[in-house]
């Protein structure tokens, strides 16, 4: 794909779950939930997510949701560039239209959870931050034991104010 076919951030539609499915398995490094979870958040939860389209093929995406318990935040779920696509500033991007979807504009926080041996995630929401002029607070949220053998942490990145 040349560098220069322009990328556009859009609402999810129902169509895009599959594709978000296959997505994250080319990522090699995201957890693969099922299908069903994807079409689903297409579906019920397309006020906080995006999709990155580059001539007509999906490149990237980012799932979230309002937490229910922590009214003003919004909880950025999975964020997954196409592998091809990396380092090119898509992520960042993606944030940023993940902070201007429906829910992202009514909160104060985001949020998100990073295990420590991913330093691309680490240094996206960095950039997102310093972006922002905000603080970005990390604290413990799943320790390596909650999980089967094999999974990392996963510890809760907090940025705020968003505005
Ligand atoms: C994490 C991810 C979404 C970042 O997307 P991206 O398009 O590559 O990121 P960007 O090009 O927008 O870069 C954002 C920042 O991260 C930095 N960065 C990107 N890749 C990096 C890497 N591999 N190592 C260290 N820093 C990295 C960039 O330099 C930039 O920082 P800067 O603004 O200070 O220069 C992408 O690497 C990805 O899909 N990874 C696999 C899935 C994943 O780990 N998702 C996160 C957990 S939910």
């Not at 093929?57 to 999975?78: D, H, N, S, Y």
């Not at 964020?79 to 696509?85: L, N, R, S």
């Not at 940023?96 to 995630?121: H, K, M, Y």
Request: contains cysteine; proline residues 7%.
């Amino acid at each position: 794909m040349p560098h220069d076919t322009p990328i556009a951030c859009r609402r999810p539609r129902l169509e895009d779950g599959a594709a978000i499915h296959r997505l994250v398995q080319r990522t090699g490094v995201l957890d693969v939930n099922s299908c069903y979870l994807y079409l689903l958040l297409c579906r019920e939860f397309a006020d906080t997510c995006v999709v990155a389209e580059q001539a007509g093929r999906l490149c990237g995406f980012v799932t979230g949701f309002e937490p229910p318990q922590r009214p003003g935040a919004i909880f950025l779920w999975q964020v997954g560039v196409d592998p091809e696509a990396q380092g090119q500033g898509l992520g960042k991007q993606l944030v940023r239209a993940f902070l201007d979807t429906p829910g992202g504009r009514r909160a104060e926080a985001l949020e998100t959870t990073i295990s420590p041996s991913n330093a691309a995630s680490q240094a996206l929401f960095r950039a997102v931050a310093r972006e922002r002029g905000a603080q970005l607070a990390a604290s413990e949220y799943f320790r390596e034991e909650h999980f089967p053998a094999g999974h990392e942490a996963e510890e809760l990145y907090r940025i705020a104010p968003l505005r």
